[in-house]
C-alpha cells in the first residue's frame, strides 16, 4: 500500500534545493477535526512527541520529530482541529498565531493538510484558505478505502492538478501511505500556483496597503490582518492600531466579506470536484453510526448507558485498580523493610527510608489509577462517544449556565483539573468557558483518591449494603459532592456574570470508529511519565524536606523534651516499646514541623484537626497528593519499623485520653475540607495562564477554601463535639 | 459586526423539520451564525435531514448533504437555516 506510485505529484512542486539540509525543517499538521490528524501524528512521531500538559508547564500546542528519510529529520507540529482560517475557539488562534507570522521563527516551512476522503468538500475549504495565504502544501488524503467502499472514486491525479500540490493517499490508523507521504514530505515544496479565491475588487486598496505595510507575501494574507488584528497576538498595539484605522477608513465589514468569501471558495471547490469525483451510489443504506447513535442518544437507553460508562469508570478506579496498588505499597513496604534491616542504623538510612521511599511510595502508587482514568477518556474520545456525551448533556447542563461541551472538562477533571481547564478552550462563548473553568477543580481529582481512600478505608468498615461496598458507597458519595457543588457554584456564577457574546453549540458528530490502542496506549504514557516526572519531583521533594523538619527541632528543645519523657517513663514503669513511642512523639512535637504545626492549630482546631494535620493541610497546598506522603512521614518518624502503611500509622494515633485519634467525625471532617480546598497551585497557574487575570485564579482560592473551611466546621461541630 | 436580520417567521426553517424529513437549505437568518455554519458546510443548496433531537429535544442532529455527515446544534441555531419552500 505504501507505494510511491500512487502519490499523485502536482505539477509545479518539485524537489528544492539541497543546500536547505543545514536546518532541520519544520511541518506543521493541519485538518478538520476528526480527519485523521492526530493519528497521523502519532505515526509520524511515535515516541518522539514533547507534551507537557501536567503542572505548570505552557503547552499550546504538541510537536515531536519524524525521521522523513534516513538523512533527514523534521520537526512536526499538531495544530489543533479546525475548519477554517477564521477561528471561532481560543483553541484554535493557536493556528493564527502560527501561520500569519511569516517573521515568526518557529514559522513552519508547510504544511501537511489532512483531509477525510469521504468529506471532501468541507476539507478542501481549509485547504484552498491554506493555499491562498501562499503555504506550500501537501495534502494527505486519509480513508480513501472508506470513501471508495461508499462509491466515492477520487482521481488523484486530476485533483493534485486542480489544487497546485502533491496529493497523497494513505490511512492515518493503518499506517499505510504513511511511508509515501514522508517521502514527500522530505522535499522542498513551493507555494501552490493556484489560486483559489481573491478578494473582492472593493477591498483591494485595503489590501494594498496592508500588504506593504506588513510586507506579506499574499493578499489574502493581508486580508486576514484587515479582519483579525484585535487577536493575533505576535502584533504590537501601534500596529493594531493602524490595522483598526485602516479599516475604518475603507469601511470595511468582516462579516459580509467572509460570507461572501465562504461561499466563493464552496463554488470554485465545486467545481472542482465534479472534475475530480465520481459517485456510483450503489445503494442508500443508512450508515451505521446513525444507527448506533439511535440506541446511544436515546432518551432512556442514553442516559442509562452514559451512567453505566461512568459507573464502569468508577469501578476501574476504585476496584480493579485497588490490585496493582496493593502490590506497589507492598513492594514499596518491603523495599523499606529490607533496606532498614541491611543499611547501618542511622540518620542517612533513615532519610532514606522516611523520607525519600516514603515519598516514592506516595507517588508510584497512584500509577494504576491514573493509566486507568486517563486510558477511559482517551477510549471516550477516540470512539467519538464524548461528542454524544455533550449532546445529550447540553440541556441538562443549560440552566447551570454550562453547556454540554462543559462536559468534557469536568469529565476529565476526574483525571486533572490541569488539561480539563485547558481542555475548556474548545468552549466558543467566554462565559461559558470561564464558569467551566472557574468550577473545574471541584471535580474529584485523581490527587484526592489517595486522601479518599485512605481516610474511607480507616472508619468505614469494610461491609457491603446491598450489591454495594460500603465503602464504595461512601467514595462515590464524595464524589458526587464535589459534582453537585461544582453545579451549584456555576449556577451561582451564572447570576453574577454578565454575558458579553450569546452561547453556541454547533458540532459535529464524528463516525464511531474502534478506538486505536496505539493512541490510547501512547496518551497514558505520556500522562504517567509526566506525573510521575513532574508531580513525582515535587512530592519527593516535600517529603525530604518534611523529614527533615520532623526529625530536627530548634535549639535543644527536643533533647529537653526527651529528658523530660524519660523521667517520666521512670515514674510510670513504661515498657521499652511505649518508651520509644513517646521519646518519639515529643522529639516530633518540638521539631520545626511540630512547630508549624502548633502555630496552625488555632486555626484549625474547630475542624477537629491537629498539629499534625495542620503539617500536612500546609504541605499539601502544593498538590494535594502530598498529603498522604506527609502522614505517612510524620507517622513514620520513630515508629515501629513493621507499620508499613499509612493506614497502620494512622490507626495507630491515639489521643489524649488513649481512644482512637482518627475517628470517623473527624475523618469525614477532613474528608470534605479535601472535597473542596483549592489545594493545587498547579490549577491556579493553569487558571491563570487560560484566563489572563489573576482574578480568576484569586476568586477560585478564596471561594473553594472558604468552602472548604466551612463546611470541615459544619462536619465537625454537628457530629464531632 | 452587522445587527443580525430579523427572521421572517413564515419560513421554514431546519428547527422546523420533523424527524426524518429532508430539506433544502436556502440561506441563512443570522449573518454571524451564518458564518460558523458555513465553516461547517451548511451552504445553500445542500440539503439537511432531522435524524433525530436530544432527550429533552434539544440539541439537534442534522445530517447534511450527499457526503453524509451528522452536526448537532442548538434548535436556536438550527432555525436561522432557512429552507426552500
Known amino acids: 500500500m505504501a507505494d510511491a506510485r500512487t502519490i499523485a505529484a502536482a505539477p509545479a512542486a518539485g524537489p528544492g534545493a539541497p543546500e536547505a539540509l543545514a536546518r532541520p525543517m519544520r511541518i506543521a499538521l493541519i485538518g478538520n477535526p476528526n480527519s485523521g490528524k492526530t493519528s497521523l501524528f502519532n505515526q509520524l512521531t511515535g515516541l518522539n512527541q514533547k507534551v507537557g500538559n501536567f503542572p505548570g508547564v505552557t503547552v499550546d500546542r504538541k510537536s515531536g520529530w519524524a525521521q522523513l528519510t534516513p538523512a533527514r529529520r523534521a520537526e512536526i507540529v499538531d495544530l489543533p482541529g479546525t475548519y477554517s482560517l477564521y477561528p471561532k475557539s481560543l483553541d484554535e488562534r493557536v493556528i493564527t498565531d502560527l501561520l500569519y507570522d511569516p517573521?515568526?521563527?518557529?514559522?513552519?516551512?508547510?504544511?501537511?493538510?489532512?483531509?477525510?476522503?469521504?468529506?471532501?468538500?468541507?476539507?478542501?475549504?481549509?485547504?484552498?484558505?491554506?493555499?491562498?495565504?501562499?503555504?506550500?502544501?501537501?495534502?494527505?488524503?486519509?480513508?480513501?478505502?472508506?470513501?471508495?467502499?461508499?462509491?466515492?472514486?477520487?482521481?488523484?491525479?486530476?485533483?493534485?492538478?486542480?489544487?497546485?500540490?502533491?496529493?497523497?493517499?494513505?490511512?492515518?490508523?493503518?499506517?499505510?501511505?504513511?511511508?509515501?507521504?514522508?517521502?514527500?514530505?522530505?522535499?522542498?515544496?513551493?507555494?501552490?500556483?493556484?489560486?483559489?479565491?481573491?478578494?473582492?475588487?472593493?477591498?483591494?486598496?485595503?489590501?494594498?496597503?496592508?500588504?506593504?505595510?506588513?510586507?506579506?507575501?499574499?493578499?489574502?494574507?493581508?486580508?486576514?490582518?484587515?479582519?483579525?488584528?484585535?487577536?493575533?497576538?505576535?502584533?504590537?498595539?501601534?500596529?493594531?492600531?493602524?490595522?483598526?484605522?485602516?479599516?475604518?477608513?475603507?469601511?470595511?465589514?468582516?462579516?459580509?466579506?467572509?460570507?461572501?468569501?465562504?461561499?466563493?471558495?464552496?463554488?470554485?471547490?465545486?467545481?472542482?470536484?465534479?472534475e475530480t469525483v465520481t459517485v456510483t451510489r450503489t445503494e442508500q443504506r443508512e450508515p451505521v453510526s446513525n444507527r448506533i447513535d439511535r440506541v446511544l442518544t436515546h432518551r432512556v437507553f442514553g442516559y442509562l448507558i452514559f451512567l453505566a460508562v461512568l459507573f464502569l469508570l468508577f469501578q476501574a478506579i476504585f476496584a480493579w485498580a485497588q490490585y496493582p496498588m496493593d502490590l506497589i505499597d507492598q513492594g514499596i513496604g518491603a523495599l523499606s523493610g529490607w533496606l532498614q534491616s541491611t543499611l547501618p542504623p542511622g540518620p542517612l538510612t533513615r532519610l532514606l527510608t522516611e523520607g525519600v521511599l516514603a515519598g516514592l511510595g506516595g507517588v508510584l502508587i497512584f500509577i494504576p489509577q491514573i493509566a486507568l482514568l486517563f486510558a477511559f477518556l482517551a477510549v471516550l474520545e477516540e470512539t467519538g462517544y464524548m461528542a454524544r456525551v455533550t449532546f445529550l448533556m447540553d440541556k441538562l447542563m443549560r440552566p447551570f449556565g454550562l453547556s454540554g461541551k462543559s462536559v468534557v472538562p469536568l469529565i476529565s477533571g476526574l483525571a486533572c483539573a490541569v488539561p480539563a481547564i485547558m481542555g475548556a478552550r474548545t468552549i466558543e462563548s467566554w462565559k461559558d468557558r470561564m464558569i467551566t473553568i472557574f468550577v473545574t477543580p471541584l471535580m474529584s481529582c485523581s490527587a484526592r483518591i489517595p486522601v479518599f481512600t485512605v481516610l474511607v478505608a480507616l472508619v468505614v468498615p469494610d461491609e457491603s449494603v446491598g450489591f454495594f461496598n460500603l465503602r464504595g458507597v461512601v467514595l462515590m458519595g464524595l464524589y458526587l459532592l464535589g459534582l453537585f457543588s461544582a453545579l451549584g457554584s456555576a449556577w451561582l456564577l451564572k447570576v453574577l456574570l454578565k454575558a458579553r457574546e450569546r452561547s453556541y453549540f454547533i458540532m459535529e458528530f464524528p463516525v464511531y470508529k474502534w478506538p486505536r490502542w496505539k493512541n490510547v496506549a501512547l496518551t497514558i504514557y505520556q500522562k504517567v511519565q509526566a506525573f510521575v516526572w513532574q508531580a513525582g519531583q515535587v512530592i519527593v521533594a516535600i517529603s525530604v524536606l518534611l523529614w527533615g523538619l520532623a526529625s530536627y527541632g530548634p535549639g535543644q528543645r527536643q533533647d529537653v523534651a526527651e529528658a523530660q519523657v524519660r523521667r517520666e517513663a521512670a515514674i510510670h514503669r513504661w515498657t521499652p516499646a511505649e518508651l520509644g513511642r513517646q521519646v518519639a512523639s515529643a522529639r516530633l512535637e518540638t521539631s520545626y514541623a511540630g512547630s508549624f504545626g502548633h502555630a496552625l492549630e488555632p486555626a484549625i482546631r474547630p475542624l477537629g484537626f491537629d498539629w499534625k494535620i495542620g503539617i500536612a493541610l500546609l504541605t499539601s497546598f502544593a498538590a494535594r497528593e502530598v498529603f498522604v506522603g506527609t502522614m505517612s512521614t510524620i507517622y513514620s518518624v520513630g515508629q515501629d519499623a513493621d507499620m508499613s502503611t499509612v493506614q497502620e500509622k494512622l490507626r495507630a494515633e491515639k489521643d489524649l485520653n488513649g481512644q482512637p485519634f482518627f475517628t470517623p467525625a473527624r475523618a469525614f471532617s477532613l474528608l470534605v475540607f479535601y472535597v473542596f480546598a483549592m489545594q493545587c497551585m498547579s490549577t491556579l497557574a493553569v487558571t491563570y495562564r487560560e484566563t489572563k487575570s489573576w482574578r480568576w485564579p484569586a476568586a477560585q482560592l478564596v471561594y473553594m477554601t472558604g468552602l472548604a473551611y466551612a463546611a470541615s466546621v459544619f462536619v465537625w461541630q454537628i457530629w464531632g463535639s | 459586526m452587522a445587527a443580525p436580520s430579523p427572521v421572517p417567521a413564515s419560513r421554514r426553517t431546519a428547527r422546523d423539520l420533523r424527524v426524518g424529513e429532508t430539506g433544502t437549505i436556502c440561506c441563512l437568518g443570522d449573518p454571524v451564525m451564518a458564518l460558523r455554519l458555513l465553516d461547517m458546510g451548511c451552504v445553500p443548496g445542500v440539503t439537511v435531514r432531522l435524524s433525530g433531537r436530544a432527550p429533552f429535544g434539544d440539541p439537534l442532529m442534522l445530517v447534511l448533504g450527499d457526503e453524509e455527515y451528522t452536526l448537532s446544534l442548538r434548535g436556536s441555531e438550527a432555525a436561522t437555516i432557512l429552507l426552500k419552500d
Not at chain 1, 514530505?185 to 478578494?199: D, G, H, K, S, T
Open chain 1, 103 to 274: 517573521s515568526s521563527t518557529s514559522y513552519p516551512d508547510f504544511v501537511v493538510v489532512t483531509v477525510d476522503a469521504s468529506n471532501l468538500r468541507r476539507s478542501l475549504l481549509l485547504f484552498s484558505q491554506l493555499a491562498d495565504l501562499g503555504l506550500p502544501a501537501i495534502l494527505a488524503l486519509n480513508m480513501t478505502d472508506v470513501a471508495e467502499r461508499h462509491g466515492v472514486h477520487i482521481d488523484l491525479g486530476a485533483l493534485a492538478a486542480e489544487l497546485g500540490v502533491p496529493v497523497v493517499p494513505m490511512n492515518a490508523r493503518s499506517g499505510s501511505g504513511v511511508a509515501a507521504l514522508k517521502i514527500v514530505m522530505a522535499e522542498r515544496l513551493a507555494a501552490p500556483p493556484v489560486r483559489f479565491w481573491q478578494p473582492d475588487s472593493a477591498v483591494q486598496p485595503l489590501v494594498h496597503r496592508l500588504r506593504a505595510h506588513f510586507q506579506l507575501h499574499s493578499d489574502y494574507l493581508a486580508l486576514h490582518y484587515a479582519q483579525q488584528a484585535e487577536y493575533l497576538a505576535f502584533l504590537s498595539a501601534e500596529d493594531r492600531a493602524y490595522v483598526q484605522g485602516l479599516v475604518q477608513e475603507y469601511a470595511f465589514d468582516g462579516t459580509a466579506q467572509q460570507a461572501s468569501e465562504t461561499i466563493g471558495r464552496y463554488a470554485r471547490i465545486n467545481e472542482i470536484l465534479l
